[in-house]
């Protein structure tokens, strides 16, 4: 027979009183294994946030060694009649700068001390960087679909050079017409006869149209959509459903604001709080690069280092940019009927 010992001691039960030689997790109430946490085995899960849709399409500029940049904006040339003997008046260009101040930091910041990163069953801070990522890539885009959403809306051109035209806006006349998959296309059609009123060309110009996933689906189920077949480089052939209307190329995101946004951290009483408004009417926007002029200072940076004296992780992810409204020909917006 075994050796026998009594006041066994059990770390993981809950306030052990006594010997305790249980095998087994029952009863509950003498549990030896009450307080041990389960090892995670599998991938962390991240939040559901999509990267940015936006980044790469409008040039952003770099913005060193000073916090503004400005890009010029030349209005349309004069033709005359050519009168045999008599000499040509010349014509005058007007001309104007858009400004862009860049004067903000966004950042987000987490604070692992030393303890929880030993005792945690997954990286964290691998974890909680791409999570800070994300956020900040949804953060990203918004801001860029803000400034196309309000491009689409100017119409005052006093201040633009002559010849220069303003965004360009349609509305659905009736609740609820925007759920139906042809309405929709019949509208996107009108927004883009508009816009080439104005001489721009959505394809030629490069346009896209950014909607929200219910809108996308939407369209979907229009049976003028058209499947195709993309070929890779090793003869791999996959088959998707490229969404496009009229040529113009359709991306479905949940960074397009469609509600009403108010103390948005780029805002500012300098910029007239630029990146605040009332976006819930908002269906879907159309635009190109040309219609925003775009910078930075410093770009998507993440960054991960220990306090000696804190004894603690840092894990940041942070960046400063700005974004506002160049040319408003080359952005168009569709929106809800006003009720």
């Not at 113009?248 to 500012?268: A, D």
């Not at 991960?304 to 408003?328: C, E, H, M």
């Amino acid at each position: 027979m075994g050796l026998s010992v009594s006041n066994i001691n059990r770390p993981g039960q809950n306030l052990q009183v006594g010997n305790n030689p249980q095998v087994g997790s029952a009863p509950a109430g003498t549990n030896p294994m009450a307080l041990h946490i389960e090892e995670y085995t599998g991938q962390v899960e991240g939040t559901i946030a999509r990267k940015s849709v936006i980044n790469g399409y409008i040039p952003v500029r770099p913005v060193k060694g000073t916090s503004t940049i400005s890009g010029f904006q030349v209005g349309e040339s004069s033709l005359s009649k050519l009168v045999p003997g008599t000499e040509p008046d010349g014509s005058v260009n007007q001309a104007t700068k858009v400004k862009l101040t860049v004067d903000t930091v966004v950042i987000a910041r987490n604070i692992t001390p030393m303890i929880d990163d030993f005792q945690n069953s997954y990286d964290a801070r691998a974890a909680v960087g791409q999570e800070h990522g994300k956020k900040i890539a949804k953060f990203y885009d918004q801001a860029f679909l803000i400034q196309a959403i309000k491009a689409a809306g100017i119409t005052d051109m006093t201040g633009y050079p002559k010849g220069w035209q303003p965004g360009t806006q349609k509305t659905f006349t009736s609740a609820g017409q925007e759920k139906d998959p042809a309405a929709l296309e019949d509208y996107l059609g009108q927004l883009f006869s508009d816009m080439e009123d104005k001489d721009v060309d959505p394809i030629g110009d490069d346009l896209v149209i950014v909607v929200k996933p219910w809108v996308y689906y939407t369209l979907l189920k229009n049976d003028r959509l058209v499947d195709r077949d993309f070929i890779t480089s090793d003869g791999t052939t996959i088959k998707t459903k490229e969404m496009e209307a009229f040529g113009v190329p359709i991306w479905r995101s949940n960074n397009l604001p469609t509600g009403n946004i108010t103390g948005h951290f780029l805002s500012n009483d300098g910029n007239g709080n630029a990146y605040d408004g009332d976006f819930s009417d908002v269906i879907g926007v159309t635009f190109s690069p040309r219609a925003l002029l775009a910078g930075e200072t410093i770009p998507l940076t993440t960054d991960v280092f220990f306090d000696q004296r804190l004894k603690a992780w840092f894990i940041d992810a942070y960046l400063s940019f700005g974004v506002t409204p160049n040319n408003p020909a080359f952005a168009g917006v569709l929106k809800k009927a006003r009720t």
